[in-house]
């Protein structure tokens, strides 16, 4: 299996997604499934964005360039990302983290 946040299975993940028929028949019902599929597609893509981000300041990007990649203003994207993902300050635990 996979390490979870890696392209492939990253990859893998969003291979499996099979999206919602347009027109559903008439007395379709609910099911969970279709809506757990998608949040796990948002979740794998909140890591994975939270990921490119801290890369992209251990690269020296400033908030307003990610911000204007990401389409929202730099101050806004500091506030939603410049926390370090656990995982990676356990993993570079030696390692500074990007100045905020």
Known sequence: MWEDGSIVWDADLMADYVPPDP???????????????AGS????????????????????WS????GAVLGVPGETARRRWSTTPKRLRERKGRESRPEG
């Open 41 to 60: 597609l948002l979740g794998v893509a909140q890591v994975r964005l939270r990921d490119e981000v801290y890369l992209a300041r251990c690269e020296g």
């Open 23 to 37: 027109q559903p028949t008439r007395g379709a019902s609910f099911t969970a499934s279709g809506l757990g599929r």
């Open 63 to 66: 908030w307003d360039r990610i």
